[in-house]
């Protein structure tokens, strides 16, 4: 499992980890049942709080993205890979869903939105 902080990221620590984490369990870079490294572990090998690990950790738990087995650690939880590609594909459809709202109450039209929309998706290639 493969983690970088970014002290430039306007996104907690905390919320850095989780994202990395679902991403990666997400493309099937982690597999079900693979155990995570422990908390104290993860918070040594990235040079920040325990604290702040057991935060991820917990998150990713309450989603349903990892298992914590008392005595033996955290693992990725089992689950449908599609199932998980369609809560993230709802996140963009809630921020899109956002985003047209505004432009409305802004009264940008469906033409600039689209050009912002493509210019915005571009600089990301």
Known sequence: MKIIISNSSEDPIYEQIIKQIKNQIINGELDEEEPLPSIRKLARELGISVITTKR?????????????????????????????????MKAVEDKLTEAVAEARMLDIGYKELKEMLSILYKEEE
């Open 56 to 88: 991820a950790y917990e998150e990713l738990e309450k989603e349903g993205f990892i298992d914590t087995v008392g005595g033996k650690g955290s693992f990725v939880a089992s689950q449908n890979k599609e199932f998980l590609k369609e809560k993230k």
